[in-house]
């Protein structure tokens, strides 16, 4: 990867430079029996969408801050990105009512907490391919009804700081440049390189769970199979998958 690269949407694009025909993301939901694979070049072309829908229809401007309420979910990742190409903080499981914007996910739970921002609200269906909701819930903005007709190519109305935050989570908050820093030794820790394959299992509610999940492997080069539900799995089932997946690393 590029050494010069100083925030997370610098390593998205260096790795769409790179080969952006290789897998990146590959999401397993085993309480539904959902697959989906998104290439380097499918996972930038949400995230280009997603900055966009950010920055024109909701006006997020760098430095506004993002309650994420989503679980490890490969729209979520998207999300991650996006937030960094526009310079929003994606804050994980932040406090709706003292961001600027919120995303959710579709369980009741989740949406009564949105519904304490007073900014702009987005909810999305987790439903398998990206569906939408049979009805938007009220008050929010269905993300698979709006992301479609956004640019498949991405520019920020200003440059995004690497020393600006970037990132909260568990209580802390790290800049663009620290995230990638930090994603870097982890890949390292894990012993990932160029073409690695990392099976995480690991929720998004941490940082452990967002740099196996999505950083570490993005920063070495190599691809993440994030995986909900594993538990679900039958008993040999896991063995099965490191294997089909050709798996090289796991993270639980």
Do not use: I
Not at 101 to 115: F, I, K, T
């Amino acid at each position: 990867m590029n050494a010069n690269d100083r925030t997370p949407a610098d390593l998205l694009r260096s790795a769409l430079a790179a080969d952006p025909g290789r897998p990146l993301v590959t999401y397993y939901d085993d309480a539904t029996g959902e697959r989906v694979e998104l290439s380097v070049a499918t996972f930038a072309n949400w995230v280009a969408k997603t900055a966009n829908l950010l920055q024109g229809d909701l006006s997020a401007e760098p430095g506004d801050r993002l309650a994420l309420l989503l679980p490890a979910h490969w729209q979520t990742a998207v999300w991650l990105l996006a937030c960094s190409s526009v310079g929003v903080v994606a804050d994980v499981g932040g406090d709706p009512a003292a961001v600027d914007l919120v995303v959710s996910g579709p369980d009741p739970e989740s949406l009564a907490a949105a519904r304490g921002c007073s900014g702009e609200r987005v909810a999305l269906a987790l439903r398998p391919l990206g569906g939408r909701f049979p009805q938007a819930p009220e008050g929010f903005a269905d993300y698979a009804v709006e992301v479609p007709g956004q640019g498949d190519r991405f520019a920020p109305y200003a440059p995004v700081d690497p020393d600006g935050t970037a990132l909260a989570v568990a209580g802390f908050e790290l800049t663009g440049a620290e995230l990638v820093e930090r994603a870097r030794a982890d890949a390292a820790d894990l012993g990932l390189a160029p073409g690695s394959r990392l099976l995480s299992a690991r929720p998004y509610d941490t940082w452990d769970g967002l740099s196996a999940g999505l950083y570490a492997p993005l920063a070495a080069g190599g691809s993440v199979v994030l995986c909900r539900h594993l538990d679900r799995l039958a008993d040999d089932g896991l063995e099965k998958r490191l294997e089909s997946e050709r798996v090289t690393a796991t993270a639980r």
